[in-house]
């Protein structure tokens, strides 16, 4: 227990190491989406404003034994629809990483959640998207003219020539945007709040301009990016998710 010897404790600051903060939960509970090791951290307030050295602590979440996990029962392919949310798990989403030896794994493990939270929001496959984020970032390690701290990732506005596309003050903000330009393209009219210039800055108008009412993953090929052949990446690592 924390204690405070010219005064009282006003706040503890919680960080659980995945993306989540609670404050003035003096022994909190919390639920981790996926396994792994997290490390938590704690601070204090007092009622003076003083802040505490920050103290640590590492915690391993396995997964649960004989979990069962979504399966997807056919190859996702150029013709599969990205319209529909598709159950898939974090840990499902994250073992591509980890399959990969990826050095970005907590990273990963961080944002996994998040895709799911808004590609049910969005009516969007999570899985799909997922791989597409894999794909523009390679693996979050930004090799090309976006930079991690842009929280972009989906390759936002970068259009080549050392151009870096758009930046976002969030993660989560990146992902909405990622799901909001992809609705632009996938849907006749705004399905969300999130469907304006406010969240996409490359949102013109209601509709994209070449929406034609295709579903399809293959429908991005020379829209979102050029050439027929830019979704063959993202459809190796959707299958991944699922052990194909």
Not at 193 to 198: A, D, H, P, V
Request: net charge negative.
């Amino acid at each position: 227990f924390s204690s405070d010897e010219d005064g009282s404790i006003a706040e503890y600051i919680w960080d659980f190491g995945d993306g989540t903060s609670l404050t003035n939960g003096k022994m909190p509970t919390h639920a981790y989406s996926s396994a792994g090791n997290y490390t938590v951290k704690l601070t204090v307030k007092d009622d003076k404003g003083a802040i505490s050295a920050e103290s640590t602590a590492s915690v391993t979440v396995n997964a649960a034994e004989g979990q069962q996990y979504p399966v997807n029962s056919s190859i996702i392919t150029n013709s599969t629809s990205f319209v529909g949310y598709h159950e898939v798990t974090a840990d499902q989403l994250v073992s591509v990483f980890i399959k990969r030896g990826s050095p970005r794994v907590d990273w990963a493990r961080r944002l996994a959640p998040v895709y799911i939270q808004y590609g049910k929001l969005f009516n969007l496959r999570a899985d799909i998207a997922w791989a597409q984020m894999i794909h523009e970032t390679g693996f979050l390690e930004y090799t090309g003219d976006v930079k991690p701290n842009q929280n972009n990732f989906c390759g936002l506005g970068a259009t080549g020539g050392g151009v870096p596309g758009n930046s976002f003050a969030t993660e989560e903000l990146g992902v909405i945007a990622h799901y909001a330009h992809l609705a632009w393209y996938y849907f006749a009219n705004h399905v969300n709040e999130y469907c304006n210039s406010k969240y996409d800055p490359r949102h013109f108008g209601s509709t994209h301009s070449k929406y034609t009412g295709d579903t399809t993953v293959g429908f991005l090929n020379g829209r979102w990016a050029p050439g027929a052949t830019y979704t063959d990446k993202i459809l190796q690592f959707a299958n991944q998710i699922y052990g194909y």
